[in-house]
C-alpha cells in the first residue's frame, strides 16, 4: 500500500441519477420500494495525523496491523483509508464496512488503540454508524484496492425518500451495463434522519475523461440533474484517493 502518491486535484462533480417515477409499479418489489435491503454497516470517522507524526508512520503502522489483524477481520469487516485530493494530507477519514450481524466497531477502536495508533493520529469516534448497500457496479467490474471515490452528502427533500427514486436507479443501471466503465455506487442512510451518502467509486484511471465525455454536456446529464433537485439536495462534495488495509 503506497499512501504517497501525489494526489491532483480534480474539479468534477458526477451528476447521479435520481427520480421519481411510477411506470411499471407492478413489476417492483413493493418491499424494495419502502426500504433498502441493507447489506452492511459502516462507520467514517475522521482523523488527523498528530504533529509528531508522518504519513510514512501510518503507512508502516497500517502494513503492520493488516498483517497482525487481517485474519481476525477476514470475510466479516473490511477497512479502508480516504485521502482527500488535495495538497494537504494531514487529515484522513477511516471506513469501517462491517458486513457481520455482530457489531465488531468496538473490538476494532480497542486493536487500533492496542497496537498504538493514538501516538500517531486522532479520530472522532463518537460517530453514528449508517447503512449501506451496492446498488449500482459496471459489468465486469475489477475492483483494485487502490481507487479514486467521490462522496457526496445529501439530504432528502420533505416527502421524498429512497422509494422514489428506485424506479430511475434501476434503469440508470440498465444504462450503465451498456458502458466500459469500472464503477460502482454505493448508498448509506443514516436511519435516524433524512441524510444520506451518495459514494462513487471509480476503479478507472482515465474516469474523469470518461465523465467529461459522457456527461457534464450530454441531454442524459441535463435530465439527470433534474430528477435529482426534485428529489434531493447535496450539501456538499468532496473527493478521495483510497487505500484498503483489510
Known amino acids: 500500500m503506497n499512501i504517497l502518491l501525489k494526489i491532483h486535484p480534480i474539479f468534477i462533480c458526477l451528476i447521479i441519477i435520481f427520480g421519481c417515477s411510477n411506470e411499471n409499479s407492478d413489476a417492483v418489489d413493493f418491499n424494495k420500494l419502502i426500504k433498502p435491503d441493507f447489506a452492511f454497516t459502516t462507520y467514517f470517522l475522521n482523523c488527523s495525523l498528530k504533529n509528531d507524526s508522518s504519513l510514512l508512520e501510518l503507512e508502516s503502522f497500517f502494513s503492520s496491523f493488516n498483517k497482525a489483524k487481517k485474519n481476525k477481520y477476514l470475510g466479516s469487516s473490511n477497512l479502508f483509508l480516504y485521502f482527500p485530493d488535495s495538497l494537504y494530507l494531514d487529515t484522513f ?5 462491517n458486513t457481520d450481524e455482530e457489531n465488531t466497531y468496538s473490538n476494532f477502536i480497542k486493536d487500533l488503540s492496542d497496537d498504538g495508533f493514538d501516538k500517531l493520529a486522532s479520530c472522532n469516534f463518537n460517530t453514528d454508524s449508517e447503512k449501506g448497500i451496492k446498488i449500482l457496479s459496471s459489468k465486469n467490474l475489477i475492483q483494485n484496492e487502490n481507487f479514486s471515490s467521490e462522496i457526496l452528502r445529501c439530504k432528502y427533500k420533505d416527502g421524498y425518500n429512497f422509494a422514489t427514486f428506485r424506479v430511475s436507479i434501476d434503469k440508470f443501471t440498465e444504462f450503465l451495463d451498456r458502458k466500459d466503465f469500472d464503477y460502482e455506487v454505493i448508498y448509506a ?6 441524510n444520506f451518502l451518495w459514494i462513487n467509486n471509480f476503479y478507472s484511471q482515465d474516469y474523469s475523461k470518461y465523465i467529461l465525455e459522457n456527461w457534464q454536456t450530454s441531454d442524459e446529464a441535463l435530465q439527470i440533474k ?5 428529489n434531493a439536495q447535496c450539501i456538499d462534495s ?5 487505500f484498503k488495509v483489510i
Do not use: A, G, Q, W
Request: glycine share 0%; charged share 35%; aromatic share 14%.
Open 226 to 230: 433534474k430528477e435529482f433537485t426534485e
Open 238 to 242: 468532496r473527493f478521495y484517493k483510497v
Open 93 to 97: 477519514v477511516l471506513n469501517l464496512v
Open 189 to 194: 442512510e443514516n436511519e435516524n434522519s433524512n
